[in-house]
């Protein structure tokens, strides 16, 4: 069986505050690439709730926290879609993320 790794390595200040995230997947082409913000979601089958991890650096401006949060809504919106054929609530979701958009003032 193969496998493989995606690894985020954080750096974090005297207060456990990430200073600096890197991640690296090999098998994707990445060796090392510096980011701000990392947000995992894994599924726990046994307790049937979704078990996060949201980190991001002290310097991650807030309009770039915005934009990072509507694509994320916009791409939960297309893996809903392939994961259930279902158009309709994705649409629902894309909906939302545009909403999130203007609400957020990063769309008018």
Known sequence: MKKTKIIIDVELDDNHVPEK?????EDGGIKRQETKAAMISVWDSKAMEALRIDLWTKDMPVDEMKRFFHQILVSIGHTYERATSEE?????LSEIAEEFAVKSAIKM
């Open 88 to 92: 309709d609530v994705a649409q629902w």
């Open 21 to 25: 995230m890197f991640w690296k997947a």
